[in-house]
């Protein structure tokens, strides 16, 4: 699983291994640098400079010191913008990839997914996964490459001392083989409860009139506060990890030392060894503990990296739509033919919704559907948009199962306007261009008269440039709705849908956008959902569904003729 992970992060840095050798470079230079100082002054200023009173070599050693500085700068610069460049390149890579998934992902994932938590796992995940990646990409390797360095000097100046100290840095590997675990699972929790922090503020801040309305404000705050509290609690239990991981990993190195100086020592006194040999022995083995240091620090960012990037991984590998229910074939201008063929449905295995639902609709025709809440009918529709799959029976369009048609070239058929308006927080313009981003200016306000909402945009301040609000909370919910109307009336597909489409409009507009509407059904299939009777007026086919079943079937005089639903309702609405 780890390995894995770090494969998979792996595969998103080679896009960019072209800077990884600018990366190393420079560091390395930075490095070297450092050193050159120390030895100007020492060997230089002080053995040739000083020692041999020469003056001679002071403008070099004053140019050298300064060049030194100057390079040293130029290459930790270079260094800082590459690492920049390649590290945010492949975070934006992944965050990218990352949100083009999510968007694939079917609708019936959003239905149990918070939102909050898909914009942690985009925003903050990914940021965790920056720190681990610039550990890894330089300090791991940098590292690496001086340890085995060192490591091969020291068996040089004494290869049975050598030997001993290989114990300490295997029992210093299995430490952070150990920690690693525990850091990524650590590290994991932190995460998650950030994610439900993320979820519980998008949801109360969206929701804030009812938090207000029904003075909640002290009780959101609690829950904030307990989940805040998660996240103090596990991230002080991941700082105690660290130190106890970095005084476990300080013990083991001052052990080799102390046993190197146990062992030595003896040996310098029998005439051995010299004692310049053990000096310069123990200043290699503290050379060594250097980048041993770092490496295990870097371990611990990088582990604390893949708790992160086990959250996004596990977002990557949910299955999208596309290889889960739709199919290769693209249609370009459907008649609107559709066939429901003895279909049956349910959100839940124990509870069907549709139940052997058959329906024909033919090209052009306009059919309305009703029925008691909770009876399906919006089921149908997220049914045809191809949000769900039938778990028995079959839908065609045009004589084509749906299952085989291209996703986006289905969903070009319809227009559909859903029983929960939703609007972006942008203009009203572009909150109707959404149905068809290249429209004209003219198209727009056609569509606009069409639902009845044209002579209202223009008392808008900007018109249609003014902005709607979050979610369009500066509009009416009968504006919200009419605007979604024309949303819906530009696309100009097919088949068109209504939802409760007017159910917020009053009825003297109502009777005004049923006029357009009769002019737009001309010639596309229209499935118009409603309670009120006022509104199915046009449609030349009614259903009753009933217990995710069609109940009564007729046009509006044969249904008042039966002893059905119909004819309750008609009389109920009636009386009113
Ligand atoms: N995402 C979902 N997950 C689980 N169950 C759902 C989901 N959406 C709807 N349901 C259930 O499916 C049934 C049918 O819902 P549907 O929305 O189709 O009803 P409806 O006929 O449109 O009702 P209304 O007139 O109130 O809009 C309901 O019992 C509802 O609780
Ligand atoms: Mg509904």
């Keep these: 699983m780890n390995r894995n992970q770090s494969l998979r992060l792996l595969i998103y840095v080679r ?31 002080i053995d040739r400079v000083i020692i041999a009173r020469d003056a001679s070599l002071l403008p070099w050693v004053a140019f050298g010191l300064l060049g030194a500085v100057i390079l040293r700068q130029v290459f930790e610069f270079a260094h800082r913008y590459f690492l920049a460049l390649l590290t945010q390149r492949t975070i934006h890579h992944l965050r990218c990839d990352l949100y083009q998934h999510i968007e694939g992902l079917p609708v019936s994932f959003f239905a149990g997914t918070p939102v909050g938590d898909m914009v942690s796992r985009q925003v903050s995940d990914a940021d965790a996964i920056e720190e681990g990646l610039k550990a890894f990409v330089t300090e791991a390797g940098v590292h690496l490459v001086m340890v085995f360095g060192v490591l091969g000097l020291l068996f040089a100046l004494n290869v049975q001392l050598t030997l001993v100290i290989l114990p300490f840095l295997l ?262 261009l959404y149905g068809k981003p290249a429209a004209r200016q003219e198209e727009v306000e056609q569509a606009a008269r069409a639902a009845n909402i044209h002579d209202f945009i223009a008392t808008l301040p900007q018109g249609y440039d003014t902005t709607v609000g979050q979610r369009g909370v500066a509009l009416s919910g009968g504006q919200r709705q009419r605007i979604a109307l024309a949303r819906a ?36 299939t229209t499935l118009i959902i409603a309670h009120r009777l006022s509104t199915i007026h046009h449609a030349g086919r009614i259903i009753i569904l009933e217990d995710g079943r069609i109940a009564e079937e007729g046009s509006h005089q044969e249904l008042l003729d039966g002893r059905g639903l119909y004819k309750r309702l008609y009389d109920l609405q009636a009386l009113a």
Excluded at 27 to 42: E, F, K, R, Y
Excluded at 267 to 286: C, F, H, I, K, S
């Design 15 to 45: 896009h960019h291994w072209h800077l990884l050798p600018f990366v190393m470079v420079s560091m390395i230079a930075a490095t070297l640098l450092d050193l050159a100082a120390p030895w100007i002054t020492g060997v230089i200023l």
């Design 489 to 524: 009336f530009l696309k100009d597909a097919p088949i068109l849908i209504l939802d409760e489409a007017t159910a917020s409009v009053d009825s003297e507009a109502e009777a005004l956008i049923q006029d357009a509407l009769a002019n737009l059904m001309g010639g596309r």
């Design 171 to 432: 029992i210093l590997a299995v430490v952070m083989h150990i920690f690693r675990r525990v850091v990524k699972g650590f590290s994991r929790q932190v995460r998650d409860s950030m994610g439900r922090l993320a979820t519980l503020a998008t949801e109360t801040l969206s929701g804030i009139t009812i938090v207000k309305a029904f003075a909640m404000e002290r009780a959101e705050l609690r829950r904030f506060s307990g989940t805040s509290q998660e996240i103090l609690t596990s991230s002080v239990r991941l700082a105690r990890l660290e130190g106890y991981y970095h005084v476990s990993v300080e013990m083991i190195l001052i052990g080799s030392v102390v046993l190197v100086i146990w062992m030595a020592a003896p040996r310098v006194l029998a005439e051995q060894m010299t004692v310049g040999a053990l000096v310069a022995y123990l200043g290699y083995l503290a050379r060594v503990q250097e980048p041993l240091k770092g490496l295990s620090k870097a371990n611990f960012r990088i582990q604390k990296a893949m708790g992160a990037a086990q959250r996004i991984f596990a977002v990557l590998d949910v299955a999208t739509e596309d290889s889960k229910f739709t199919g290769t074939v693209v249609l370009q201008k459907s008649r609107g033919h559709l066939q429901f063929e003895a279909v049956s449905f349910g959100y839940r295995d124990d509870e069907p919704v549709l139940s052997d639902f058959s329906l024909e609709i033919h090209p052009g025709e306009a059919v309305a559907l009703m029925g008691p809440s909770g009876a399906g009918k919006s089921t149908i529709v997220n049914l045809l948009l191809r949000f769900y799959a039938p778990t028995m029976g079959r839908i065609l369009l045009d004589g084509l199962p749906l299952n085989g048609l291209d996703g986006r070239s289905l969903r070009q058929q319809i227009a559909v306007v859903n029983q929960d308006t939703f609007l972006f927080s942008t203009t009203v313009g572009e909150n109707i």
